[in-house]
């Protein structure tokens, strides 16, 4: 989804360093969320933010952190990579539609990341 | 414990055929449920949803059927063509007290080949 773009696409970096993975929406939604995919396994929740002021750690948060800049930014770190977190990683947006109650996520292109 | 997970890891289908995606869910405190097509290097796309109140649903080529008694969920697609090759994945958003947290649980995914 084009409203939806992550930075870099592609990343290959050594063990111990540093990465920094970045989220922008223009879809003007309030929460955002952080996921990784590994073959076989589907993708699973790292952080999520409902808004600005709010973040929560998903089911596999450890060795990870974020940041919600703005409403429209979201970005992950690895403070430290490993080469078990190699994976691919989206971000998703969603909004509540007061309606009907429901909360349909939209994700981004999704950044490669590999460890070495 | 909770889980959604897929019946079928692949199927492989004819041009013009139809298509049936199976998804099991656990959780019978689900009510909300999303069918996402993921193709080769990109993000998960929306394709349809559902609430637990309904037990079909339909979109353009597309029908999401719900059994909540067996706690079963499936996307079935009209006249498969070639571009419908993808990985299909089912999710589970976990709602309470009225208010949707967004989180959603995603099944393995099943990949759906389609032959000309």
């Known amino acids: 989804d084009a409203d939806v773009t992550q930075t870099p696409r592609n990343r290959i970096t050594k063990t111990g360093k540093r990465i920094m993975l970045e989220c922008s929406q223009t879809k003007g939604h309030d929460r955002m969320y952080w996921y990784r995919q590994d073959p076989g396994l589907g993708l699973r929740l790292i952080y999520y933010s409902f808004d600005v002021k709010d973040i929560n750690k998903g089911e596999i948060s450890d060795g990870y952190s974020v940041s919600r800049q703005a409403q429209a930014k979201f970005s992950l770190s690895l403070e430290s990579a490993i080469p078990n977190q190699t994976a691919l990683y989206f971000c998703?947006?969603?909004?509540?539609?007061?309606?009907?109650?429901?909360?349909?996520?939209?994700f981004g292109p999704g950044t490669r990341l590999t460890v070495l | 414990g909770e889980s959604v997970g897929l019946h079928l890891p692949t199927l492989s289908v004819q041009e013009g055929d139809n298509s049936i995606i199976n998804c099991a869910y656990s959780n019978s405190a689900s009510d909300y449920f999303i069918w996402y097509k993921q193709e080769s290097g990109k993000g998960p796309q929306f394709i349809i949803d559902i609430r637990s109140n309904m037990d079909k649903r339909q979109g353009q080529r597309v029908t999401v059927l719900l059994n909540k008694t067996v706690k079963h969920l499936s996307l079935q697609i009209a006249a498969t063509q070639p571009g419908d090759s993808a990985v299909y994945f089912c999710?589970?958003?976990?709602?309470?007290?009225?208010?949707?947290?967004?989180?959603?649980?995603f099944g393995q995914g099943t990949i759906l080949t389609v032959h000309p």
């Open positions: 999710a589970e958003n976990r709602q309470a007290g009225g208010t949707s947290y967004g989180k959603l649980t």
């Open positions: 998703a947006t969603s909004a509540t539609d007061g309606q009907t109650n429901t909360d349909t996520q939209y």
